[in-house]
């Protein structure tokens, strides 16, 4: 059974971190791009950052840009994504995403095969 496990959300104060995790199991974790994807309120899923598993690309869009970075383990087929400097605007529910297809560091989720069932952030003012 193919499964993507996103954990690590909770709630933070403005300015702190966090650490989420996306576990995935079932596939071939090498050679995939993993991506991170938010979703708020009433607003349209968007792409945040995402790593090649192979080589080691790292695609960021500008809500993680000097923020938030993304590393992968491949020997625990994890991948993580830290974030600093937490804002309010940046509670949603956050979702890892894999993809084979070559134009995944353009953020469309359709590219995206697999999909974890996502963790909540919330961030106090």
């Known amino acids: 059974e193919v499964q993507l496990q996103a954990s690590g959300g909770g709630l933070v104060q403005t300015g702190g971190s966090l650490r989420l995790s996306c576990t995935a199991s079932g596939f071939t974790f090498d050679f995939a791009a993993i991506g991170w994807f938010r979703q708020a309120p009433g607003k349209e899923r968007e792409g945040v950052i995402c790593?090649?598993?192979?080589?080691?690309?790292?695609y960021h869009t500008n809500s993680s840009k000097g923020r938030f970075t993304i590393s992968s383990d491949n020997a625990k087929n994890t991948v993580y994504l830290q974030m600093h400097n937490l804002e309010p605007e940046d509670s949603a529910v956050y979702y890892c995403?894999?993809?084979?297809?070559?134009?995944?560091?353009?953020?469309?989720?359709?590219?995206?095969?697999?999909w974890g069932q996502g963790t909540l952030v919330t961030v106090s003012s």
């Open positions: 995403a894999a993809s084979w297809n070559g134009g995944y560091y353009n953020f469309r989720p359709r590219q995206y095969i697999y």
């Open positions: 790593i090649h598993t192979g080589d080691g690309l790292i």
